[in-house]
Structures are given as C-alpha cells and as structure tokens.
C-alpha cells in the first residue's frame, strides 16, 4: 500500500521548511517529527501542538438519509446527533469486526463531514458508497481538503484571537462552521486523538499554509510545536485511544477493543449487531488492556505475552510513556489475563521481562 | 539534520559506530549522527561484561521512542566494561555520544581488525552521501 507515488498535503513545503523528516504513511509523505518526539510530546501536554492531519480521508455526507442510512453500518447512535455535535464511530463487517473507526460531525441538518483513518480511506469509501440508499449523497475530499489540528492545554487561547466563533463556548466533541483569518470559512471541532484539550480545524488546501504559518509565527516563541505523527502515536496510547489496525481491525471487534461504550446495542440492528451480541453473551473473548513494563525495555507491537510461562496474547502497541515514567503497551490477551493487577511477562528478544496489567487510560489530563 | 558531530582521533564504521583505541582496548559508541538519526533513545541493550564479540554481529539493540536498531559491533574480543548508566539514562546517547553516550569496551582480539574501519574524513564523506 505503501509503493507507487505517495500523496502530498498542502502543508508539505512548510513541513520542509521546518525540517520535518517525512515518512511514508496512509498513502501520502508524512512529517513523523520536527526536532524530537519527546519534545512535541511535552509541547502538547504542557503547552500546545500543531499537527497536519491532511491525509486522513473526508467525506462529505448529504441528504435526509444519511442519518438513518448510517446508524445500519456503524454500532453508535448517529441519527439522534443534533447540529454542531461530533460523535466517534466504527463501522462493522457483519463478524462483529471493524472496517474503521470515524467521527461523525453534523454541521446541519442534511450536511455532514464524516472522518476517516487515512489507511482505511479506500476500503471505507468502497464500504460506504457500496452502501448507499435512500437520500444520502457521498462526496469524497480525500487529499482535496485539509486538516489542521491545535491539540493542549494553551489551544483555546492560541487559537481564539484568528477565528470568530467562540472556542471555550463549545463542549468537548461539538462543532462549529465559521470563519478564521477574517474570511476563510472552516469547520472547526473540540476533537481529538492526544488525551488533551484541542481542535481540528478542517479547511481548504490552498488556505492551510496561511492558518499554519500564522498560528507557528504567533506562538511558536511561546512554546507551540509542531508535531509529527511519532508524538502523535505517543500521545493517543498514554491517553488509551485505539488506533486502527492496532488495538482494533477486521477481526478485532470493537467489544475486545475495550469500546463497548460506543456500541449500542439497543439499536434495531446495524452490521456485525448479532456477532456482537454472540461474543458478548460468551464473555470469554480475548481483549486488549494496558500494560506497564517493570523494567527499561520498550513492549513493541507483535511480541508474545506470557502468562505462568504460557502465551496468553501478543503486544498491539508499546512506547515509551513520557506522562507515565514507564514503557507503557497494549495487549490482546486471554480473558483470564485481563484483571488489572495481573502479572505477565513479555518475550523480549528471547528474555521474559515482567509487566502488570493496568486499567486505560495510562493518562488523564489534570483538571485545569 | 544540522550538521553531524565527527570528533578526530576516532574511527568510524560504516553501520555509523565510533570506536577509540587506547592499546588494546577500543570504546565504541554510537555517532553523533546515529543518535540524531534515531531520535530520543529510551533503552539500550548491551553485551555482558566477559562476553566474546565477533566483528561485524550484532550485538545489542538501541530503542528510540517509536524504532528498534540492531547495533553491529565494529571490533571483535572480549567485553572489558559496560556503561552501566544508560540504563537509567538513555538519554546521554542523544546528548553526548561521544562521551557519557559510550556503550561498551572490548579487548581487541586483533589490534589489526582496525585497519578496515573509517577515518573521520572518510566517515565524514559517508554521512554526506547518505
């Protein structure tokens, strides 16, 4: 998936500019860091960061469908959101596993932005538009838009003085059409994927250079980073979110995955509704739950979880846990593993290294 | 990436080691272009003390937040010594690689084994074509 030409975002000579070391990722040339992970990791928890999320896929939804047409593919409730409002999502395959997780944003009453995994980007354009009934019409933005995010504790004040609408007014997954740089008309939602306080502002290609070099030449001084998609990956573990093809997949349900919160199961029926209901009535499921290492050696994705020296499951994802002061990791393992306080073991490299088993998130963002 | 660190009186492999010789003990390290190349390293797994390296195996590994490298030795004998602090402070790697960054000594099996490896201004000339 990685080979043939990769994509470039709007932002891809700023990126240059700044010294970014691009990697290849969801199809387009990505900045995986500016100066270091673990300085754009303190930037977002401590102050704010910038990142560029252009190569996540948008699809625009319209019609008086779209709703109810989508609340039969995905497992949360999306028919009942109101204008201005933002909900997480996953879309099922009828096995109870998951095709992607998404966010919902609806901007009125028949227009709707509906935000995908950039790996997944194809496959849900195909899932959906294979779908399509009723009064719903499907454009997609793939690369066409841009997608600009402000993620810490600083976002609000940072980012107020350049946009019109009131940003402390607005709740943790609302959203909003308005206006930045006295004319740019944006979407601008409280969402995101660190842990912390933030938003995403969503906009036109050709005027996400403008937003991003205004919002660094403002508060770079001040302590905004940009931040690369390492940091990133850092920030969403240590904050408990699952990332696609990690901690959730085809075959990975979204009840292993720990997200039974977004599945409704009162709905009449959606895709995957019966399985789900089946592994859930079962209870013996493999699931993911987070780990913390005892020792300096980093748990990584694919390496064995051993329990009384038996395998009980595999690493999905592992880093170093800045917020934590401990390699932090999560693991698919066998029910019987998943109690937090359990003891495992991890095989590193052919040695066993201990680890416990610990409620997500690994962090919380302080009340401000 | 700035301008990578090549101190004289080293010599260089080309998997990006420093190795000083003092008689028959060599140090090696990392590059200071190496650990930039990383990014922020968060462990580093050594040979035991009195274990036997042949040149060119892989020894250890060096982790960095989101990477795990294989770290090949440039000089083949007997480990001699460890740096024991990067245990608890991985970091001096990035921060000073040349010195408290070190990872361990050998007594050289062949003090000719040397020979193959790179001046600084053959390293540098590496690092420019990289």
Partial sequence: MESGALRRTALHEAHLALGARMVPFGGFEMPVQYTSILKEH?????RAGLFDLSHMGQFALRGADVGSWAESLTVNTVANMKPGQARYNIFTNARG????DVIFYRLDETRWLLV???SNAEKMWDVVSGARAGDVRLENLHGERALIAIQGPRSVEWLQPHVEHDLAGMKYYS???TRVRGGVPVVIARTGYTGEDGFEIFLASDAATGVWDLLLAENRARGLEPCGLGARDVLRLEAGMPLYGHEMDEEIT?????LSWAIKFDKPEFVGKEALLAQREAADY????GLTMEGRVPARA????LRDGERSGEIRSGSWGPSVGKNVATALVDASAAEPGTALEVEVRGARHAASVVPLPFYKRPKR | MAQSNVPEGLLY??????VRVEGDVATVGITDYAQASLGDIVYVELPRVGATLSASSSIGVVESVKAVSDVYTPVGGEVVGINDGLEGDPAAVNRDPYGDGWFYRVRLADVGQTNDLLTPQQYEQLIAEA
């Fill in chain 1, 175 to 177: 959203c909003a059409e």
């Fill in chain 1, 286 to 289: 493999a699931r993911i739950v």
């Fill in chain 1, 302 to 305: 694919g390496y064995a979880v």
């Fill in chain 1, 254 to 258: 979204p009840l292993q995955a720990g």
């Fill in chain 1, 97 to 100: 596993g998951a095709h992607d």
């Fill in chain 1, 116 to 118: 995908v995994n950039a």
């Fill in chain 1, 42 to 46: 303190d930037a977002v928890r401590n």
């Fill in chain 2, 13 to 18: 492999s080309k998997e990006h080691e420093w």
